[in-house]
């Protein structure tokens, strides 16, 4: 299947504005990585000049980044579809080379990676002034809050990793 993210990595590749051709008429883009096994990897906000690429392209975009505490995450991205093991083991797939922490990494390491990846997108909204940067909790009141604040239906929004299923 072609992703959000296929179309961006295209892009970058091509050197074409990041989000060209990508999708029609959205007004957000959330959690817009690529990650196919044995294949590819790719997330702007974390592969080579995604952040930048982005707002050269769109200078006057908003950002909104729903953060939670280091540990909370961790935790959650070990439960998830085994997303902390795979990203670990993906480290010799085309784009992600020292992207993540190793596969024995331990959990402080996971917390550092989460914590290093918040400020970077901090310190890029800074140092980019005419992007708007919303830092918004992940909490149970997300939803109501990206209502509030962008007019985003709130059923949109919301803890996701509760299913058993993804328990791993």
Not at 13 to 34: E, K, M, S, W, Y
Not at 92 to 99: A, F, I, M, V, W
Request: proline share 5%.
């Amino acid at each position: 299947s072609h992703t959000i993210g296929d179309c961006m990595l295209e892009n970058t590749q091509n050197n074409l504005p990041i989000l060209q051709n990508c999708v029609h008429g959205a007004r957000v883009f959330t959690d817009i990585g690529v990650y196919q096994l044995r294949k590819r990897c790719y997330y702007p906000q974390l592969n080579r000049d995604g952040l930048e690429l982005f707002a050269q392209a769109y200078p006057r975009a908003t950002i909104m980044m729903a953060v939670r505490n280091s540990t909370q995450w961790v935790t959650s991205a070990s439960k998830y579809r085994n997303l902390k093991r795979r990203w670990a083991k993906g480290q010799n797939r085309s784009g992600c080379p020292g992207l993540f922490p190793s596969p024995n990494a331990e959990d402080g390491e996971w917390v550092e990676f989460y914590e290093r990846h918040t400020r970077k997108v901090r310190e890029f909204a800074r140092g980019h002034p005419a992007l708007t940067y919303v830092e918004i909790p992940l909490n149970d009141e997300i939803g109501n809050v990206v209502d509030d604040i962008f007019g985003f239906t709130k059923r949109c929004w919301g803890h996701t990793n509760v299913n058993e299923e993804n328990m791993g």
